[in-house]
């Protein structure tokens, strides 16, 4: 009997664990492009039009990147910690903070809650002889959001009466310095 070339036995090895590897690559190169989704142009550019309607609204990118549920508790535990702070001290920096606070979280509420629909209405308007104006539907989208608004609102009505009250006395002062 002869013996096992030891040469040929290592190379025979050393094949086998390359075509190893490079299934394993294969496998790993498929998993990764199923997952990938391929987004198209109009979708990019929709999102980039979200981000930047948000981010005029002052709502933060980082906030704008999360998912709808993680966004709407991030902006709500920021609400509920600068209305604490309003609470606590009384001071021109904690009064802006708790008003930015309460525009982010209403501009996200409006933009992804409510959505507008316009039917435009057949015929001419008697008395003023132009087209009809279109009706106007505002749906709610998310009653769950839309419940964690109005929750909201309850919980903070004395704080937004008070932010009520100051902006009325900011208004008062401009119109007395522009008169």
Same mark, same amino acid.
């Given at each position: 009997? %002869?013996?096992? *070339?030891? =040469?040929?036995?290592?190379l025979y090895l050393a094949a086998t664990a390359n075509a190893a590897q490079e299934a394993a690559?294969?496998?790993?190169?498929?998993?990764?492009?199923?997952?990938?989704?391929?987004? %198209?142009?109009? *979708?990019? =550019?929709?999102?980039?039009?979200?981000?930047?309607?948000?981010?005029?609204?002052?709502i933060p990118p980082e906030v704008a990147a999360l998912p709808k549920e993680e966004a709407v508790a991030?902006?709500?535990?920021?609400?509920d910690a600068a209305g604490d702070r309003l609470t606590v001290e009384m001071s021109a920096?904690?009064?802006?903070?708790y008003r930015t606070a309460v525009?982010?979280?209403?501009?996200y509420i409006v933009k992804y809650n409510f959505t507008i629909e316009k039917f435009n209405r057949a015929g001419i308007n008697r008395r003023t002889g132009k087209k009809r104006d279109p009706l106007v539907q505002v749906r709610v989208i998310d009653h769950k959001l839309d419940q964690l608004a109005s929750?909201?609102?309850?919980?903070?009505?004395?704080?937004?009466?008070?932010?009520a009250r100051v902006q009325e006395i900011q208004g008062l002062l401009v119109d007395l310095l522009a008169a």
């Open positions: 009997m %002869s013996g096992v *070339d030891s =040469v040929n036995a290592s690559k294969e496998t790993q190169k498929k998993k990764q492009s199923a997952t990938v989704k391929r987004r %198209s142009f109009a *979708d990019v =550019v929709r999102q980039n039009k979200d981000a930047e309607e948000l981010a005029a609204a002052g991030l902006l709500k535990d920021a609400l920096d904690a009064f802006s903070n525009h982010r979280f209403t501009k929750d909201m609102v309850r919980n903070h009505m004395g704080k937004l009466q008070l932010l």
